[in-house]
């Protein structure tokens, strides 16, 4: 035998080490069939005060959002209740994300003595980015997903309303820096609302999720329809936005005159399309919910939508104008202007979500934070809970 030749068996041995090691590797790299978690809330409301809170008046958002994120670190060690629902009677542990549905800064109305969007940031920075303590199955930080909502918007292009300073762009600049992490930052100066859009997608247990500025309107429909052409139709899709599917009037763009933002005519602007129903804000925006249920015949993979700006915990189907679509939809609560929590702490709510890959069956359950305001330490309390088939 040559010096530089491998002998037979040892060769053989080789070979079937490299065979064995690629099979192991094959193993470790299926994908993860676990069902994931998430906690869904929206509408934190920087710079507002709740008129009572644990016994206190007046008290700032800060502290509200600051206790409710304080009860969401301690869901890892609780358990779900046994409802029939994904996960149902099994302890939480990890938490694989949050999302946010927008509206982390309150406008800045001079007539409610509303701080900057640069504040209000800097507490939902210090309240949801750094003291949200959870960790997902990897035992990594837990993600946070947001988008934006009219109040970010409006504080970035200026309001009819008296606001000081005129436009403040720290939130909207702050979530497109850390959403979609590009590779030059944008400030409050640079941010420019006309070309800086806060839309991406992320895979997550199988799902597709289409995150978007404010509503999909006839422009985000085409960003919506450029993303969704690399998902298959096999694979479920949630839409999260601050909107609700049957879209408020004065968020269009104003279609009077030279389309200005005006406490004559009170349109927002926040959404790029101009209102086609009528000269007013007080008409419903039937033309355009009629044009995103076409978009949902179009994309019958569209499974549910998950949204804030009502400040209402609730579960129900949108049906669209005509009656002829059927979307599962979601909105949280807010914790400062609830539609119920305002007046009853009590029923200070956001949502927990359960995805199975396997079953693709997404179950969404009601959590009361603040069922007790005199014994804060007490446990959270479940409430409704709806499950969703996503295939």
């Known amino acids: 035998m040559k010096n530089n030749q491998i002998p037979v068996f040892i060769l053989a041995a080789l070979l079937l080490f490299a065979g064995c090691k690629k099979k192991n590797n094959e193993v470790n790299e299926e994908p993860d069939m676990s069902p994931?978690?998430?906690?869904?809330?929206?509408?934190?409301h920087y710079g507002l005060n709740?008129?009572?809170?644990?016994?206190?008046?007046?008290?700032?958002?800060?502290?509200?959002?600051?206790?409710?994120i304080e009860k969401m670190n301690s869901l890892s060690a609780l358990t779900l209740p046994d409802d029939g629902g994904v996960n149902g009677g099994k302890k939480i542990g990890a938490v694989d994300f949050l999302l946010e549905a927008?509206?982390?800064?309150?406008?800045?109305?001079?007539?409610?003595?509303?701080?900057?969007?640069?504040?209000?940031?800097?507490?939902?920075?210090?309240?949801?980015?750094?003291?949200?303590?959870?960790?997902?199955?990897?035992?990594?930080?837990?993600?946070?997903?947001?988008v934006p909502g009219n109040h970010d918007v409006s504080n970035s292009i200026g309001f009819y309303g008296a606001m000081s300073p005129l436009t403040d762009a720290s939130s909207m600049?702050?979530?497109?820096?850390?959403?979609?992490?590009?590779?030059?930052?944008?400030?409050?100066?640079?941010?420019?609302?006309?070309?800086?859009?806060?839309?991406?997608?992320?895979?997550?247990?199988?799902?597709?999720?289409?995150?978007?500025?404010?509503?999909?309107d006839s422009a985000v429909r085409i960003w919506l329809t450029k993303d969704l052409q690399n998902v298959a139709n096999?694979?479920?899709?949630?839409?999260?936005?601050?909107?609700?599917?049957?879209?408020?009037?004065?968020?269009?763009?104003?279609?009077?005159?030279?389309?200005?933002?005006?406490?004559?005519d009170k349109f927002d602007n926040v959404l790029d399309e101009h209102f086609k129903d009528g000269k007013v804000t007080t008409v419903t925006a039937t033309i355009e919910q009629k044009a995103f249920a076409a978009f949902l015949k179009q994309h019958s993979n569209i499974k549910a939508y998950l949204h804030g700006h009502v400040h209402e915990s609730k579960f129900y189907v949108w049906n669209?104008?005509?009656?002829?679509?059927?979307?599962?939809?979601?909105?949280?609560?807010?914790?400062?202007?609830?539609?119920?929590?305002?007046?009853?702490?009590?029923?200070l709510s956001?949502?927990?979500?359960?995805?199975?890959?396997?079953?693709?069956?997404?179950t969404i359950r009601e959590c009361f934070w603040n069922s007790n305001p005199s014994t804060p330490a007490e446990s959270v309390k479940w409430g409704n809970s709806v499950t969703i088939k996503l295939r």
């Not at 956001?350 to 997404?362: A, H, N, R, S």
């Open 102 to 146: 927008g509206d982390i800064a309150n406008r800045m109305e001079t007539s409610a003595s509303v701080q900057t969007a640069a504040q209000s940031w800097e507490q939902f920075r210090i309240d949801y980015l750094q003291n949200l303590t959870l960790k997902n199955k990897k035992n990594e930080k837990t993600e946070i997903f947001i």
């Open 320 to 347: 669209g104008p005509d009656n002829d679509v059927a979307l599962n939809a979601v909105s949280a609560d807010s914790p400062m202007k609830g539609l119920v929590s305002a007046i009853d702490e009590t029923k």
């Open 36 to 44: 994931v978690q998430f906690i869904f809330t929206s509408d934190a």
């Open 173 to 216: 600049a702050n979530i497109y820096n850390l959403m979609l992490k590009t590779p030059s930052p944008k400030t409050a100066e640079t941010f420019n609302y006309n070309t800086d859009r806060i839309n991406y997608s992320k895979e997550i247990a199988g799902v597709h999720f289409c995150f978007i500025q404010m509503w999909p």
């Open 350 to 362: 956001f949502q927990f979500g359960v995805i199975d890959p396997k079953t693709m069956l997404m």
């Open 234 to 264: 096999s694979t479920p899709v949630i839409i999260v936005a601050h909107d609700q599917p049957g879209v408020v009037s004065n968020h269009f763009t104003n279609p009077n005159g030279t389309f200005s933002i005006n406490a004559t």
């Open 50 to 68: 709740r008129a009572t809170f644990r016994g206190g008046a007046k008290v700032d958002a800060h502290v509200v959002n600051a206790a409710m």
